[in-house]
Nanobody, 124 residues
Framework: QVQLVESGGGLVQAGGSLRLSCAAS????????MGWFRQAPGKEREFVAA????????GYADSVKGRFTISRDNARNTVYLQMASLKPEDTADYYC?????????????????WGQGTQVTVSA
C-alpha cells in the first residue's frame, strides 16, 4: 500500500509561485503514473496535472495550463508541481495520487489512501 506525503504549500500573493512536493513510499513508484489534484472548500476534488511513469508525457487541466509544471524524480520517489502566476482561484488543498497503470487520464483516480494534502492560499 502506498503512503503519500505532500508538502510545500503556503500563503502567497497573486502572481507568486510555489513548488509542491509529494514523497511516496510503499509501492513501486516508478511503475505508475502520478497526478496532482485539488479540492477547494465546498467543491469536488478535481484533476490538476498528471505525468506518465517515465515522465515523458504530461497533461494539465485547462485552468492551469501554461502556469503549472509537473515533474517527477523516480530515484527519489517524488513528484513535484511547480506553480507560477498563481491566482486566487488556485486556492485549495492539493493532493497527489497514483494512477493504476503507467499512463494517466485527465480525471481523479479511484485511489483510497489519500495523504493529508498541502494547503495553498493565494491572496488577491
Amino acid at each position: 500500500q502506498v503512503q503519500l506525503v505532500e508538502s510545500g504549500g503556503g500563503l502567497v500573493q497573486a502572481g507568486g509561485s510555489l513548488r509542491l512536493s509529494c514523497a511516496a513510499s510503499g509501492r513501486t513508484f516508478s511503475s505508475y503514473a502520478m497526478g496532482w489534484f485539488r479540492q477547494a472548500p465546498g467543491k469536488e476534488r478535481e484533476f490538476v496535472a498528471a505525468i506518465s511513469w517515465s515522465g515523458s508525457s504530461t497533461g494539465y487541466a485547462d485552468s492551469v495550463k501554461g502556469r503549472f509544471t509537473i515533474s517527477r524524480d523516480n530515484a527519489r520517489n517524488t513528484v513535484y508541481l511547480q506553480m507560477a502566476s498563481l491566482k486566487p482561484e488556485d486556492t485549495a488543498d492539493y493532493y497527489c495520487a497514483p494512477y493504476s497503470g503507467r499512463y494517466y487520464y485527465t480525471g481523479v483516480p479511484g485511489f483510497r489512501n489519500w495523504g493529508q494534502g498541502t494547503q495553498v492560499t493565494v491572496s488577491a
